[in-house]
């Protein structure tokens, strides 16, 4: 008879998210040390992640210093259209077919951005409401834009998201009476996910609200620097 | 749709598990995968195949999904209540004060060697 095969068990018990969860820890510390705060901004395509950003950018650019890096999985038609437009620098990534950033990814990316130039740095998330959701970048906050056309039911749709943002800007506000889109609605779903969300109401292509947003962000920056 | 991100984190530290044990080809490895973990089994196994195939020590092994199902705790009524079935609204109290218990596992359960 053949002895049979011997079959061993090891117990794991781990978290697949626990070594990224780590690593943006870790980044955050070095961040925090540098006196870097670093804004993940996430939103589904053609929500109006760039022009917000450059609208954002023009009015911080004289009050602190301000870089970006643009996550995509090809192309880098974000990054030089926020260098022409705004004249910061701006830095592009290839996430290689994937549709998320990790911690380890944006930690590679900042090593082409010259941190000791920089007071903020915000990471334009791939466009999807998915799966960047899923994993910690190592920013000290998740911000995100839903737009008037994409719905007010979204946050009931893509729960996760809604729920691990701590700002949401509700885009293209300009064009609500063309859509059936109730902002109060919108307003309590975005709530039930997450009541601690803030909520700014704006217009990019017009700057509506986008002072709102950059007063955050100046608030922001300040208390992480002098925290 | 992170499917594929997930199984290079499932191979990174199944890897790292079996190096600590000295062992030079693993034959299964279990998953425990809430409901509304957002991963898909399905898409998980095929990515698995796929990468797992191009590792020495991974050729051939096979991925396991242990499924836990999702509960919502709620909060007003102390009752719990199946997730899938009725989201963030408790079935009991009508109320949104609600959490998830369970249900949100991505979690390496064990490697079979």
Known sequence: MLPMEKVKVIEIKKSVFAENEKDADDLRKNLKVKGVYLLNLMSSPGSGKTTTLIQTINRLKDKIRVAVMEADIDSDVDAVKIKEATGIPSIQ????GMCHLDAEMTRQGLDNVT????DLVILENVGNLVC???FDTGAVRNAMILSVPEGDDK????????????LVLINKIDVMPYFDFDLERCKNNIHQRNPKAKIIPI???TGEGVDAFVQWLLAEVNAWKNS | MHELG?????????????EENHVEHVSSVVMDIGEVSTVVPHLLTDCWRWAADKEEMLKGCELKINTIPAVTHCDDCKKEYETVKFGKTCPHCNSNNTWLLRGNEVEINSIIV
């Open chain 1, 93 to 96: 990534l290839h996430t290689g």
């Open chain 1, 115 to 118: 941190l000791e130039d920089a």
């Open chain 1, 132 to 134: 960047p959701a899923e």
């Open chain 1, 155 to 166: 946050p009931l749709k893509y729960p996760l998201m809604f729920s691990v943002c701590d």
């Open chain 1, 203 to 205: 217009c990019a292509k």
């Open chain 2, 6 to 18: 997930v199984v290079f984190y499932i191979i990174k530290d199944v890897k790292a598990v079996a």
